[in-house]
């Protein structure tokens, strides 16, 4: 293995040891599962009342157990891009960034704490998937489906997406430094504005609304065709991701940590 092969992976190694020597990360992924369980739960519930209340036009019919785990995602994404959010402005917080960027250059530390933030949040991503499947599935009862490859499809999709926000909240956070300013700045990023450019209703606001991260990664959840791929909409999330880590990182090459 050569020296700089082996300084890569000491930086990943470093980085994995900090996000998983803190309580917060444990605590956070904690409350990651709860709020999928609860929310696929609930969201169960009501596809099941849909088709057994006395209005016959609210029915659903047959729902999936992979259309539940992707509406719960909605408010469980707000849990898990903590994780990618707090790798980073935990050390601006401490003051440990400074050692941390003498040690070892800013585009590798960044990189490095990326592939650590992403292979985190999509494992975590598997499991809240997984967890949602377990809860959704015997509540929708008579009223809901779970084709294997397809639930499975949906899982890996929502660990996918998950993972590709989490370091959104890193490249955002390398760039603010502030939990609490990127974590608003996401607020609006993934939901705020694109709703606000979305009530009009007029065309071309919401071809602006589609392009932004959370619009393009519900397009890419549910593999719609309209109004591009599901691929397209990856590839849209994927680049805001990069984006940000461009952002950050060029933030952390011009000002003193």
Known sequence: MSTTTRTRTGTVAAEWTKLSSVRSTWWTA?????????????????????????????????????????????????????????????EFTSGTIRTTLQCTPSRRVLLAKAAVAGAVTFALGLLLGGVGALVARPVLGEWGSAPAAGTIGD???????????????????????????????????LMIVPLSLQEPDIDVLNRIADVFPGVAGGHFLAGDTEPYPPLVGLLLLAGWAGAALLLGRAALRRRDA
């Not at 009342?49 to 719960?72: A, E, K, M, Q």
């Not at 903590?82 to 980073?88: P, Q």
């Open 30 to 90: 904690l409350a990651g599962l709860l709020v999928m369980a609860a929310s696929a739960g609930q969201l169960a519930i009501y596809a099941a009342n849909d088709n057994t209340n006395d209005d016959p036009t609210d029915d659903r019919g047959i729902v999936t157990v992979g259309s539940v785990l992707i509406d719960s995602v909605e408010l469980t994404q707000y849990v898990v891009l903590a994780l990618g959010l707090l790798a980073i402005t935990a």
């Open 155 to 189: 899982i890996v999709a929502v660990a996918a997406y998950l993972a590709l926000v989490g370091v959104l909240a890193l490249g955002l956070g390398a760039a603010l430094r502030s939990a609490v300013l990127t974590l608003t700045v996401l607020l609006a990023t």
